[in-house]
């Protein structure tokens, strides 16, 4: 009889080593799990501040490329209607350039967008200026401009805003 009550003693004790050990194993496996998930949520919300910058990049370059806000933040005093064409389309060009590294935050379809911006309001400019008598004046190009920006849908910038606005709320949620 004492043997085996001494049995069961060292078969009790082998079972709550055994528990112990499985209860250390658990617990080191959570925690292990807890720092990969507060990795990945650090990862995360990194990426999407990445995304968010881009974002506001962007629209600030939708808004200044604008046909309206392109004229109005350029001092077009004095210059030919050739030099302000060359001035208008430089300067759109340089903004796509320098923003050109925000692609790779955010969605292609919105990169694509502002690309198309561009491209749309390098082909007004150009097809506006082509239809200016040969010696008209920056004012001349600029009134020109304006009054097609007036038009209803005239300009995507404002399509593209809203764009924007929706991938950064897609985020923010």
Aim: hydrophobic fraction near 45%; proline fraction near 3%.
């Amino acid at each position: 009889m004492v043997l085996a009550e001494i049995n069961i003693q060292y078969i009790l004790l082998a079972l709550i080593a055994v528990c112990i050990s499985l209860v250390a194993i658990l617990l080191a496996s959570f925690r292990k799990l807890r720092i990969e998930v507060v990795q990945k949520s650090k990862v995360n919300t990194e990426g999407n501040l990445l995304k968010l910058q881009a974002l506001e990049r962007l629209t600030l370059y939708a808004e200044r490329s604008g046909l309206k806000n392109l004229i109005e933040r350029l001092g077009i005093n004095g210059m030919s209607a050739p030099e302000l064409h060359e001035t208008l389309i430089q300067t759109l060009k340089t903004e796509y350039e320098y923003n050109q590294t925000q692609q790779i935050y955010v969605n292609p379809d919105v990169w694509n967008a502002i690309t198309k911006l561009k491209d749309q309001n390098v082909y007004i400019i150009n097809h506006i200026t082509a239809n200016l008598p040969p010696h008209a004046t920056g004012v001349d190009l600029a009134k020109l401009i304006i009054e097609y920006s007036t038009n209803p849908n005239a300009e995507l910038n404002s399509i593209v805003l809203d764009a924007l606005q929706f991938e950064a709320k897609k985020i923010l949620s």
